[in-house]
């Protein structure tokens, strides 16, 4: 039987979500604070973080869909085999789990790509050559995960045994561990995020 682990799933969940998150230096306050109330003026900075905001909160909707309807497929599992009473009525649950399963995640994978990539700083302010570095050891992390659920989905729909099931599954999980390892490497090269991120650099 081919059965996608649900820690398999959970990681990959989970660094498709590292490989799109919004770094805290966007957050950070770009004026200095003031005890006025005057509503201070919109630069690129703070247009380009409200746009970014946005999209952070689309990619939340997508994953909140994901985790939704992986709730749903361990519910409808839980109860099938609380009823099964014979072994193939639990290879069924588990089956019918498995396809929900991997419906739920290519279509997560496929609303996170359609997404397409978050908006790039403007240029010419403190952070943005930060931001840049970040985004872009997100991305690439990203888009090796994406690659490697690619060839997991086609190998376990190739899988004709347990063992061709679980290779492909090593295979998948090795290939996350480097992405995350280089993604890791790559922020570890980036240093300390700005002070004042969001101020003009002249």
Known sequence: MKSIATKSLAVVALVVAMGVSIPAVAFADS??????TTATASTPWTTWRATWVTYVQG????????????????????????????SAERQAAIAAFDVSAE???????????????????????????????LQAANEACRTSV????????????????????????????????TATATRASALLALGTPPSHPGQPLS
């Open 146 to 177: 994406i690659a490697a659920q690619g060839t997991l989905a086609t190998a376990l729909t190739a899988a004709t045994t347990p063992q061709e099931a679980h290779t492909a599954q090593l295979t998948y999980e090795q290939s996350v561990g």
């Open 59 to 86: 990619l939340k909707s997508i994953d909140g869909t994901f985790h939704s309807a992986m709730e749903s497929a361990r519910t409808t599992l839980k109860a099938a085999l609380a009823a099964a009473t014979t």
């Open 31 to 36: 004026t200095t604070t003031s005890t006025s």
């Open 103 to 133: 419906a739920a995640l290519t279509a997560h994978v496929s609303a996170i790509t359609a997404a397409g990539d978050p908006p790039p700083p403007p240029s010419g302010y403190n952070g943005t050559a930060y931001v840049d570095g």
